[in-house]
Every structure is written in structure tokens, then in C-alpha cells.
């Protein structure tokens, strides 16, 4: 199967293991978003523009008359109107409103909110609260349909841990690892040691505290172009 990210994809010629690479286009590179391919699916991908930086593709796309040759680059989910991803969730039935109380770190309700689906850890703008300082979100709180929000600082920390793990390069983590880590899409990354947890689990310790470490989402480890693997991030 071929596709359009700016991926590489390379088997091992001592371990016959498929490796998932960073695209040549750095700015572009969508590994991220493939952490989680087994073996048996990365045999079958194929990734033309891995090789390829975006002018480069542009260029071919100009040879062959095609109307998306210079078409404006989405810089948020391409398929999400203004990036508004709540009224998306909505329209798709993915979401309802229903109200729940924003508090403190000291259970003091400070308002209240249509759905924690509507809100991601690190938001300060939109919580229709006010304070005397400013306050990010800093729980999503499912359980109890709350979003407990505080001061910048409690954003920060340095050791978490990530599930449903997959690894690329090898079958499973059997010792501790040292890899750049990223938490996000545009997170650029950063030093951390992996360590093997239980039932598919593995520990992050970032040797520099990073803001808005948010549950569910992605957590990324390589060393240089190699993709060694990932997780989800749990709570």
C-alpha cells in the first residue's frame, strides 16, 4: 500500500525487522502519526515522498497538471473546519454537551463547562472562568465530568507512563533505552530513558521537565531518524 507521508520505510538486512525512518523533509516528517505499524504492515508500505522534500513533491505535482500543485498547506487537522474540533465531534455525533464544573486544585468550583471533550491540557484561552492569575487546564477528568484547571507551573513534569506499546526495530523493550521522546506532533522532542513496564506499559523519565504531557495522545521515541517505537499516554 502506498501513501502520501513523508515517511521511510527500510528492512534490516541482519535482523530482517522492517524499520520505520523520518521522512528526508524534517519539517514535514509524519512518523509521528506511524509509531504504532506492526511488522507485517510496514512490509506492505510503501512511502514515495519519504525521499522527498514538499517543494520536491510540488514540483512533480506541477509536471503532471495537477490543481493541487500550489494549494495552501492546512497547518491544523486538514479535516477540520478552523480547527474546530469540538463542533466537529459534534457534527459527527462523536460528542454531546453536557455540563460539568471546572475547579481548582483545591476542588473549588470556579465555573462551569459544556464537556471536557470541548477542552485539551495547556488550554488557557476560552474557560469562561476569571482568576487573578492565569489558569490552564491541567486535568480532563472523565469520571467525574471535570476540568480541574491551576497555575503554569503545575503544567510541568518529568515522568509519566505510556501503554499499548509498540516497537519497530525489535520485538520487545527488554532493558532500558535511551531515546529523544516527543509528546506531541510539533513537539520537536526531547532526551528521556525508557523503561519496560508491565502488561505492555513502559515508564518515561525526561531528563527535562515538559508542559502539557496529555493523556491519549501519542508518545514517540527515536534515535536520530530511527523510530524505535511508542505508546499512548495514560493518565
Same mark, same amino acid.
Given at each position: 500500500m502506498a501513501t502520501g507521508h513523508f515517511a521511510r520505510v527500510e528492512q534490516n538486512s541482519e535482523t530482517g525487522r522492517y524499520h520505520l525512518l523520518r521522512g528526508r523533509d524534517e519539517r514535514k516528517d509524519q512518523t509521528y502519526f506511524l509509531f504504532s505499524l506492526r511488522q507485517d504492515q510496514l512490509s506492505r508500505a510503501m512511502f514515495p515522498l519519504g525521499e522527498k522534500t514538499k517543494d520536491d513533491t510540488r514540483d512533480v505535482a506541477r509536471h503532471c497538471n495537477l490543481k493541487t500543485a500550489d494549494k495552501e498547506e492546512s497547518m491544523e487537522i486538514c479535516f477540520v473546519p478552523d480547527n474546530d474540533y469540538g463542533g466537529f465531534l459534534q457534527k459527527a455525533g462523536l460528542a454531546e454537551k453536557h455540563e460539568g464544573e471546572i475547579i481548582d486544585l483545591n476542588g473549588r468550583v470556579l465555573g462551569h463547562h459544556d464537556g471536557i471533550e470541548f477542552y485539551t491540557i495547556g488550554q488557557r484561552k476560552g474557560l469562561g472562568i476569571s482568576a487573578p492569575n492565569p489558569l490552564y487546564v491541567l486535568e480532563l477528568n472523565a469520571d467525574e465530568n471535570r476540568v480541574v484547571v491551576g497555575p503554569v507551573e503545575n503544567l510541568e513534569q518529568d515522568t509519566f507512563t505510556v501503554e499499548r506499546c509498540n516497537w519497530i526495530p525489535f520485538a520487545d523493550l527488554t532493558e532500558p533505552i535511551e531515546a529523544t521522546t516527543r509528546i506531541r506532533y510539533n513537539h520537536s522532542g526531547t532526551p528521556a530513558t525508557i523503561e519496560l513496564g508491565e502488561n505492555g506499559t513502559a515508564t518515561v !523519565?525526561?531528563?527535562? $521537565?515538559? !508542559? +502539557?504531557? +496529555? $493523556?491519549?495522545? +501519542?508518545?514517540?521515541?527515536y534515535q536520530d531518524d530511527l523510530v524505535l517505537g511508542g505508546g499512548w499516554i495514560a493518565r
Open positions: !523519565r525526561l531528563h527535562t $521537565p515538559q !508542559r +502539557a504531557i +496529555a $493523556p491519549g495522545q +501519542a508518545c514517540v521515541f
